[in-house]
């Protein structure tokens, strides 16, 4: 009896049974719950092609953990208990999802590649391929996801099997944004999907693939599929929406119909979080029937809503910012929506980039517009007398504390808060707006009536104290309110003799010192517009690619300032602007740049457009010439090496290259001349190019020739100085007639490229002692006397098969400026040996 019970235990029937609704089932039932979780959890974007299938989101995996752990466990028994089960190669199959799911991409490609070797059954076999391909696909690998694709073709799929293949290649192509491959992959699948769900959005994705391609007809009877039956409510929601969007409505019958739908639309209480799309829709209905003031209109609304979405929100800043830029070409509104565009749209949305890249274009053209509305309305009050200046001020100041009470009260009527960015599109989208909040006025305009308006109630006042006091509030009421007459309290006060209140003398206080009073001040305003003039020119042409509007702000830029320091790459702006389309026009600044810049890169291109390419020929020249006379400046003939560089100073002008032969044509005149001619020459190098390495190094030989230096050691007691606060070199004494500098140099600069890349030492050569045939190499610079011992004790160990035993003075250390510039002065080396010993040993 027991052999029995232990056989029956055994046998393939109960192993099966057990497998399969002891493990299998629950496992399976787990997963695929964690798969509708991801269905149910993800976001699908209807303003783009919707996605075949959902991305996997790893919190929704994290919040799935203990569903994933149970069915790993359930799936992992089966295969250890049941072995002998027919539905082993299942339960590897769900272990694979689930490791695809947790995104272990190698195991789960491990595991489906061994189903698919392993197992007998061709079901599980093309069900793991299938997995197979798609693991491949979400781990990047599209060229292994495309190869599997080759082992699928060669199964004959089961029905089930085929429409999953046919989705995931769907998928593939939709990933790859082969549009026209992905609509053909559904198109041979829609009809066979059993699914309800995924066979409307299949058949919505081949509407809006239809839509795209221009196919109305076909896109209206894709989304008439797709709301056949019951599909989910926000597919049969968004479908409504694009069978509206794809009507040809031209006339208002037409219009009026279709805003019975949106109407109907709206006061479906299922419709509240879909208030938003609906006002998107109706605003791009009115977009494309070119009616954009309604079109912006129902834009705002939708970003009003309570509870709007943001991508939505978005897309209807950006539509309305596309409208302000390309319709009525209002670049500061524009900028604003574009703004809160980006604030709003999620990054995942096409051509996101390209609207961030506008966003900033249009953010610095605005910058510009606002320096040149200020300074010029600034510039402009500073040319009015005291008296039109405090009245226009006091103006400015009644408008402002009567638009803020109007704001007050207006928030205090609306006892809600809303959005900011739609608050400042919605105060009529005034371009006058300051980008930082502050004052001043953006044109003349205005000054100017301020100005009429001042003469016109008070007539040409002489300049005088207290010469309103009186009436000032009246006037102040007056003007508020044109058309109303103040009630008796408010003329009471008015008459009053009270000054005015010490905030608002402090803010007119504040206003009066933004005003540019002193011409240096004026200069200063006048110089940044010129600057925003010349930046607006470069935005318009290269940013926005506005070539009109780009010439227009050159040519304001030229005729109001024109001497500006921008004049020479204005000219040449305008020149390149006009050189296709208006030759003569062209000609004209390129001969104006010619006769005025003769000596700039720019005219002596115009001149010879090979002028750079010959300019590098004559460098290059150059450069031969200066090899042949360093040469002989380290072989000690000097004199051939002063004839050489002569020769070249003479024949070579306009080279990039005469710095360095200039440098050494100074440094020769320590050996062909005396030391006095040699100081002068350094000192003019340095004045005639003051900065750079060669300068510095410049700088460096004339430490060493100090006179007052010279006078110091030229005492027999004079001491090493020990200020090591100083920057620091490392030196290196040799014997040329042991040592060849260039072979000692080599080893310093590849020590130094491995060691020091990004330091930029330099390494200089001095001669040390012609008649003791020594010389002195250094590197610098050191900013600290640490840094320097650093340096040369790691230098010393790459030195070492370079020190020759016959060479006696083959020294390396540290040393500071001033007792370099002593040393090479006294010659005093073994001195300075036992001060280095003392004092960085």
């Known amino acids: 009896m027991p052999v029995f019970v232990l056989m029956a235990c055994n046998s393939k029937g109960y192993q099966n049974l057990n497998a399969r609704y002891n493990g299998y089932f629950y496992a399976n039932q787990y997963v695929n719950e964690v798969y509708q979780a991801i269905e149910d959890q993800y976001e699908y974007n209807f303003n783009d092609v919707l996605k075949v299938f959902p991305e996997i989101d790893s919190s929704t995996i994290q ?41 272990q991409f190698q195991f789960a490609r491990e595991t489906f590649q061994y189903v698919y070797q392993n197992s007998q059954d ?11 391909m798609r693991t491949y696909m979400d781990n990047g ?42 609509r053909d992959a559904l198109d041979d699948v829609h009809l066979d999907i059993k699914d309800r769900d995924l066979k409307a959005r299949v058949n919505f994705i081949l509407g809006q693939l239809a839509e795209k391609s221009g196919d109305i007809n076909l896109a209206m009877a894709y989304y008439d599929e797709a709301i056949k039956g019951t599909p989910p409510y926000e597919l049969l929601f968004h479908t409504q929406i694009k069978k509206l969007g794809v009507q040809d409505i031209r006339t208002d019958a037409q219009a009026e119909k279709a805003y019975k739908t949106f109407d109907k639309l709206l006061k479906d209480g299922k419709n509240f979080e879909y208030q938003d799309k609906i006002y998107y829709a109706m605003g791009q209905m009115e977009q494309k029937r070119g009616r954009y003031k309604e079109a912006i209109a129902h834009y705002k609304t939708g970003t009003q809503v309570e509870q709007p979405n943001q991508r939505t929100q978005g897309l209807s800043y950006l539509r309305i910012a596309e409208i302000y830029y390309s319709y009525y070409e209002q670049y500061q509104n524009a900028s604003i929506y574009y703004d809160s565009t980006v604030m709003k749209l999620p990054k995942d949305e096409e051509n996101y980039e390209a609207i961030a890249k506008r966003q900033e274009v249009l953010k610095d053209l605005v910058v510009q517009l606002n320096v040149i509305d200020e300074k010029d309305s600034l510039l402009s009050l500073a040319e009015m007398n005291p008296v039109s200046l405090d009245a226009y001020l006091d103006k400015y100041l009644d408008e402002k504390e009567a638009a803020e009470k109007a704001a007050e009260a207006k928030e205090r009527a609306k006892n809600k808060s809303s959005f900011a960015g739609a608050n400042i599109a919605q105060s009529g989208d005034a371009l006058n707006a300051s980008a930082d909040g502050s004052w001043y006025f953006y044109n003349d305009a205005a000054i100017s009536q301020g100005q009429q308006e001042f003469q016109r109630a008070w007539g040409n006042r002489p300049l005088e104290d207290n010469w309103r006091r009186s009436q000032k509030a009246v006037i102040g ?7 109303e007459s103040p009630d008796d309290e408010a003329v009471e006060a008015a008459i009053t003799d009270e000054p005015a209140a010490p905030d608002r003398a402090d803010e007119k206080a504040k206003l009066l010192a933004t005003i540019p009073q002193t011409e240096a001040a004026k200069t200063e305003a006048r110089q940044a517009v010129a600057t925003a003039y010349f930046e607006l020119g470069r935005i318009y042409r290269f940013g926005l690619e506005r070539l009109d509007l780009s010439e227009e702000s050159y040519k ?50 115009l001149i010879n457009p090979n002028y750079l390419l010959e300019k590098e020929q004559r460098n290059m020249e150059l450069q031969r010439v200066y090899a042949e006379a360093y040469d002989a400046y380290e072989a000690g003939n000097y004199i051939v090496a002063d004839q050489k560089i002569r020769s070249a100073l003479n024949d070579f002008e306009d080279v990039d290259f005469l710095p360095t032969v200039e440098l050494l044509a100074a440094m020769l005149k320590s050996h062909t001349e005396n030391m006095f001619a040699y100081e002068k020459a350094l000192n003019d190098y340095t004045e005639k190019y003051p900065e750079g390495q060669l300068h510095d190094y410049a700088k460096t030989l004339l430490a060493a020739i100090n006179p007052a230096k010279e006078d110091i050691v030229r005492s027999p007691d004079f001491e090493f100085s020990e200020d090591f606060r100083q920057q620091h070199l490392v030196a290196i004494t040799f014997e040329t007639a042991n040592n060849k500098q260039a072979d000692i140099k080599a080893v310093i600069n590849a020590f130094n490229q491995e060691n020091f890349a990004g330091e930029r030492l330099n390494i200089g050569y001095l001669e040390f002692n012609k008649e003791a045939d020594t010389g002195i190499l250094f590197i610098s610079p050191f900013k600290t006397k640490p840094a320097a011992q650093t340096y040369n004790l790691l230098l010393e160990k790459a030195l070492v098969d370079q020190k020759p035993q016959t060479d006696t003075i083959f020294h390396n250390f540290a040393i500071s400026q001033d007792n370099f510039s002593m040393l090479f002065q006294s010659k005093a080396l073994e001195k300075y040996l036992q001060f280095n010993k003392r004092f960085y040993q």
């Not at 208990?81 to 490791?99: A, E, H, Q, T």
């Not at 079901?123 to 997995?131: D, E, M, R, V, W």
């Open 122 to 132: 061709d079901n599980a076999k093309q069900q793991a391929l299938i997995l197979l």
């Open 477 to 483: 009421i007056a003007s508020a309110q044109p058309d």
């Open 556 to 605: 304001t830029l030229l005729s109001k300032f024109p001497e500006t320091e921008h004049r020479l790459d204005a000219l040449y702006a305008l020149y390149t602007l006009n050189e296709t389309s208006d030759v003569t026009t062209a000609n004209n600044y390129k001969n104006t740049i010619i006769a005025d810049y003769p000596d700039s890169l720019i005219a002596k291109l």
């Open 141 to 182: 690998d599209f060229d292994r996801a495309v190869e599997v694709t080759d082992y699928i073709k060669r199964e004959e799929l089961t029905a089930e099997n085929e429409i999953a293949y046919k989705l995931q290649l769907a998928y593939l192509h939709q990933v790859q944004s082969d549009n026209e491959a992905l």
């Open 63 to 103: 919040a799935n953990e203990e569903k994933l752990d149970d069915a790993f466990k359930k799936s992992s028994q089966v295969i250890e208990w049941y072995s002998g089960s027919d539905w082993v190669d299942d339960n590897y199959i769900v272990i694979g999802k689930i490791r695809y799911l947790r995104a």
